[in-house]
């Protein structure tokens, strides 16, 4: 199933929840969209899983527009999207089994039927035997598998994760997505997973939506986003998520040339990574590199290794070290001068 | 001796019956009323169907039925009991008054009780596709189970207080025989025994309904 937004947006008094997004989200992937708390996820999830209806714009399930379906029309739509969330929202009144069962019955699929049915669900999602628990006696993990098992009972073709992964430890953070990955592929669902967390993106999503403000400030391949990112949320995130942040910057006791110093982001992808572009550029160009903090991540299959440096040497030098290093395929950012 | 066991028990049975029926008949009366109080509430309150209009209408009458002193609610209401029961002297005539005394607070009671249910439950409820009635009845009646049965102890209880208070205007029951055997003919053993069971029926109440309350929790 094919998601195309037009325009989207919605307004609360005056504030512009969603300021305009546009979006195409292809069939049978995972897609990212990702954002800081209050840039409008929450809003864009409730206005594309139809719990919403935007104030402009069109919201496009495989060329058939929803955002404008009649009310009985509407709950048909909605029982054929799965949909799990930060705090599972599983009904504590049933035990693991009916939690899963109440999509199948609310539609009037016979008992019997019910039961084989949540019986595998309880399989696909590593719970088997599992089905009599009452939700209070699972861990946070096995309550999210229950609600990934509640989402699929339906067979949908579109899989909503609003922050599924938000309130898991990293371990079970881990689990849960090779779940989904592992489902998607099963099921040919097209999962849109809406998070704070690029490690989600990265170790998840094919494509990404990089949301700020209301709008979308970047688009496209994680792989692409990761090794050459243009907006500045999304350097904020990918400085987050190898660990470099202002506080190590601060602690850099070892840096003594302070007036004349710039601080550059490199970031590698791929093949660079394996090779010593530092050593080579410095010997060739004559500038050392002082590196003060850097990590290499795995996206999808390709390597992208993140550091930051600060080079010394003229400015004529320093010039031609960044060209060098730009036609070596490492990307260069400059921070901003102190 | 035995004559006023007799109508010592007579009067339990009676107290019994009244406070059964209009438990029964608020809570019919009442249940509607309270789901369609807590549906109607603004969404940011756990409101399926927000309607400020309705909701605030609802509330008036609820207010206002609730801060009328019971005496005075079931005088004006003895035209409804003739109308309904024929008569509005007796147990029978008294459980017209009681039920609709005790509507409105069952009526806050349930939608207090509804509106404790985590709105995100009842958001992937909607997500799901249910239907308004669908939440209701297999969504917010069951996560609020607990507390709807202590506002239902609660009622009862309440209930058992007004139908004691009935008796001073010929409602019968517990509370007619300590009036008029107890006050006005000055049987300060009567009016004694009367006391001791209503006090030991709420008692009662309180610890069947805390059980199943605590059973209802427990299970979860």
Same mark, same amino acid.
């Given at each position: 199933? +094919?998601?195309?937004?037009?325009?989207?947006?919605?307004?609360?008094?005056?504030?512009?929840?969603?300021?305009?997004?546009?979006?195409?989200?292809?069939?049978?992937?995972?897609?990212?969209?990702?954002?800081?708390?209050?840039?409008?996820?929450?809003?864009?999830?409730?206005?594309?899983?139809?719990?919403?209806?935007?104030?402009?714009?069109?919201?496009?399930?495989?060329?058939?527009?929803?955002?404008?379906?009649?009310?009985?029309?509407?709950? +048909?739509?909605?029982?054929?999207?799965?949909?799990?969330?930060?705090?599972?929202?599983?009904?504590?009144?049933?035990?693991?089994?009916?939690?899963?069962?109440?999509?199948?019955?609310?539609?009037?699929?016979?008992?019997?039927?019910?039961?084989?049915?949540?019986?595998?669900?309880?399989?696909?999602?590593?719970?088997?035997?599992?089905?009599?628990?009452?939700?209070?006696?699972?861990?946070?993990?096995?309550?999210?598998?229950?609600?990934?098992?509640?989402?699929?009972?339906?067979?949908?073709?579109?899989?909503?994760?609003?922050?599924?992964?938000?309130?898991?430890?990293? +371990?079970?953070?881990?689990?849960?997505?090779?779940?989904?990955?592992?489902?998607?592929?099963?099921?040919?669902?097209?999962?849109?997973?809406?998070?704070?967390?690029?490690?989600?993106?990265?170790?998840?999503?094919?494509?990404?939506?990089?949301?700020?403000?209301?709008?979308?400030?970047?688009?496209?391949?994680?792989?692409?986003?990761?090794?050459?990112?243009?907006?500045?949320?999304?350097?904020?995130?990918?400085?987050?998520?190898?660990?470099?942040?202002?506080?190590?910057?601060?602690?850099?006791?070892?840096?003594?040339?302070?007036?004349?110093?710039?601080?550059?982001?490199?970031?590698?992808?791929?093949?660079?990574?394996?090779?010593?572009?530092?050593?080579?550029?410095?010997?060739?160009?004559?500038?050392?590199?002082?590196?003060?903090?850097?990590?290499?991540?795995?996206?999808?299959?390709?390597?992208?290794?993140?550091?930051?440096?600060?080079?010394?040497?003229?400015?004529?030098?320093?010039?031609?070290?960044?060209?060098?290093?730009?036609?070596?395929?490492?990307?260069?950012?400059?921070?901003?001068?102190? | 001796? &035995?004559?006023?066991?007799?109508?010592?028990?007579?009067? $339990?049975?009676?107290?019994?019956?009244?406070?059964?029926?209009?438990?029964?008949?608020?809570?019919?009366?009442? @249940?509607?009323?309270?789901?369609?109080?807590?549906?109607?509430?603004?969404?940011?309150?756990?409101?399926?169907?927000?309607?400020?209009?309705?909701?605030?209408?609802?509330?008036?009458?609820?207010?206002?039925?609730?801060?009328?002193?019971?005496?005075?609610?079931?005088? @004006?209401?003895?035209? @409804?009991?003739?109308?309904?029961?024929?008569?509005?002297?007796?147990?029978?005539? $008294?459980?017209?008054?009681?039920?609709?005394?005790?509507?409105?607070?069952?009526?806050? !009671?349930? #939608?207090?009780?509804?509106? #404790?249910?985590?709105?995100?439950?009842?958001?992937?409820?909607?997500?799901?596709? &249910?239907?308004?009635?669908?939440? !209701?009845?297999?969504?917010?009646?069951? #996560?609020?189970?607990?507390?709807?049965?202590?506002?239902?102890?609660?009622?009862?209880?309440?209930?058992?207080?007004?139908?004691?208070?009935?008796?001073?205007?010929?409602?019968?029951?517990?509370?007619?025989?300590?009036?008029?055997?107890?006050?006005?003919?000055?049987?300060?053993?009567?009016?004694? !025994?009367?006391?001791?069971?209503?006090?030991?029926? !709420? #008692?009662?109440?309180?610890?069947?309904?805390?059980?199943?309350?605590?059973?209802?929790?427990?299970?979860?």
């Amino acid at each position: 199933m +094919q998601i195309m937004l037009k325009n989207l947006k919605r307004t609360y008094g005056t504030l512009h929840a969603v300021n305009g997004i546009s979006l195409s989200i292809p069939s049978n992937t995972i897609y990212g969209i990702i954002g800081k708390s209050g840039a409008g996820k929450s809003t864009l999830v409730r206005l594309i899983s139809l719990l919403e209806r935007p104030d402009a714009g069109e919201v496009y399930f495989d060329d058939k527009r929803v955002d404008d379906l009649k009310k009985d029309a509407l709950i +048909q739509r909605r029982r054929r999207i799965g949909m799990i969330f930060q705090n599972f929202n599983l009904f504590s009144s049933r035990n693991a089994e009916q939690n899963i069962a109440y999509p199948l019955e609310i539609t009037g699929v016979p008992k019997q039927e019910i039961k084989q049915k949540v019986e595998r669900l309880l399989a696909l999602v590593g719970l088997e035997g599992r089905g009599k628990a009452p939700i209070s006696t699972l861990s946070g993990g096995q309550k999210q598998r229950v609600a990934i098992a509640r989402a699929l009972a339906c067979d949908p073709d579109i899989l909503f994760c609003d922050e599924a992964t938000s309130a898991l430890d990293p +371990q079970t953070t881990h689990s849960i997505l090779a779940l989904l990955k592992e489902i998607q592929r099963k099921m040919s669902l097209t999962v849109v997973m809406i998070t704070h967390q690029m490690e989600v993106v990265r170790d998840a999503c094919d494509q990404v939506a990089v949301l700020d403000d209301g709008v979308v400030v970047e688009q496209g391949l994680v792989t692409d986003i990761f090794a050459n990112p243009s907006s500045e949320v999304t350097k904020e995130f990918l400085t987050h998520l190898v660990g470099i942040d202002e506080a190590s910057l601060a602690d850099d006791h070892m840096v003594h040339w302070s007036k004349k110093r710039g601080a550059y982001t490199l970031r590698f992808r791929g093949g660079t990574t394996d090779q010593p572009i530092l050593s080579k550029i410095s010997r060739q160009v004559g500038v050392d590199f002082n590196i003060r903090a850097g990590g290499v991540q795995k996206v999808g299959d390709i390597e992208i290794g993140t550091m930051l440096v600060d080079i010394s040497g003229s400015d004529e030098e320093k010039k031609r070290a960044i060209e060098a290093l730009r036609q070596m395929g490492v990307v260069v950012e400059e921070e901003a001068a102190e | 001796m &035995s004559k006023i066991w007799v109508l010592v028990f007579d009067a $339990t049975l009676q107290t019994l019956s009244m406070v059964s029926f209009s438990t029964l008949f608020s809570l019919i009366l009442g @249940l509607p009323l309270g789901i369609l109080l807590s549906a109607t509430s603004s969404e940011e309150q756990g409101g399926i169907i927000p309607h400020p209009m309705l909701n605030n209408i609802l509330g008036r009458i609820v207010n206002v039925l609730r801060s009328f002193p019971f005496i005075i609610l079931m005088i @004006l209401l003895f035209p @409804l009991s003739r109308l309904l029961i024929g008569t509005s002297i007796g147990t029978t005539a $008294t459980i017209v008054p009681l039920s609709i005394a005790a509507a409105p607070f069952v009526a806050r !009671v349930i #939608e207090t009780a509804l509106k #404790e249910v985590d709105p995100g439950v009842v958001q992937a409820a909607r997500a799901m596709g &249910s239907t308004n009635f669908q939440i !209701v009845r297999k969504v917010l009646i069951p #996560e609020a189970l607990p507390s709807l049965v202590s506002g239902v102890t609660l009622t009862i209880i309440n209930l058992i207080g007004y139908s004691a208070m009935a008796g001073a205007i010929g409602g019968g029951g517990l509370g007619d025989l300590a009036i008029r055997y107890g006050y006005q003919r000055f049987r300060g053993d009567i009016m004694f !025994v009367a006391v001791v069971i209503i006090l030991v029926l !709420v #008692e009662i109440v309180q610890v069947i309904g805390n059980k199943i309350s605590a059973k209802l929790i427990a299970r979860r």
